[in-house]
């Protein structure tokens, strides 16, 4: 550890350190001097500003109670689980902070989420960390939410097989105090159907 901690403070004293004395140039071969850290903050905060993309997530801002599903084949909805969450703007509305909690065999379990869009990838990204997991989780997709809904694709390695696999879900408004996230599944005939549902209903 000693060792370790000499690596880092020589390599901070050279980040630091003075550049050796050099010939005066001509005007010609100045170097161009750089953008100020706070010239860029400002272009940063300007580029970065909510878009309409942004505003379309207000419809999940709020206090909800919520109930996750199972859904059948036939799309009959069963073995209910209660919870509730939290969601909020951050950064000045850039992202969505989401904060929920499940009830599951008398124990309680948490999960925060970060919502937001990607102008320069042109797609919706969602974090999830839950107490159940240690990957943060982050899906991305594209979609309206107010209509067909947001379809959001998270990929991740089978640990046991080291094959990629993709988990899809769909994120959709069915109202002003009413919203789903719904996680799909294959149907086995090549097509896909919604396997389980979290209703969000306005507290």
């Known amino acids: 550890m000693k060792r370790f901690s000499c690596i880092l403070m020589a390599c901070f004293a050279a980040c630091v350190a003075p550049e050796p004395a050099r010939s005066p140039r001509s005007a010609s071969t100045q170097p161009v001097e750089s953008e100020t850290i706070e010239a860029q903050a400002r ?27 199972d ?45 937001g869009y990607d102008v320069n990838q042109a797609e919706y990204q969602l974090l999830m960390i839950s107490d159940l997991a ?32 993709r988990a899809r879900s769909v994120l959709r408004v069915l109202g002003a105090d009413h919203f789903v996230l719904e996680q799909m599944a294959g149907d086995g005939s090549g097509g896909e159907r919604v396997a389980r549902r979290t209703h969000y209903r306005r507290s």
């Open 71 to 115: 859904v059948s084949e036939s799309g009959v909805e069963s073995d209910a689980r209660p919870g509730r969450a939290t969601i909020e703007w951050i950064f000045g509305g850039r992202y969505l902070r989401w904060d929920a909690v499940l009830e599951l065999g008398g124990e309680t379990h948490a999960t925060t989420g970060y919502l």
């Open 134 to 165: 240690t990957g943060m989780g982050v899906a991305h997709g594209r979609g309206e939410p107010n209509s067909k809904g947001i379809t959001l694709t998270l990929e991740i390695v089978d640990p046991r097989s080291g094959a990629l696999q």
């Open 43 to 69: 272009s940063a905060a300007k580029a970065s500003a909510p878009r309409k993309e942004h505003r379309a997530l207000n419809l999940f801002v709020g206090s909800w109670e919520t109930v996750v599903v």
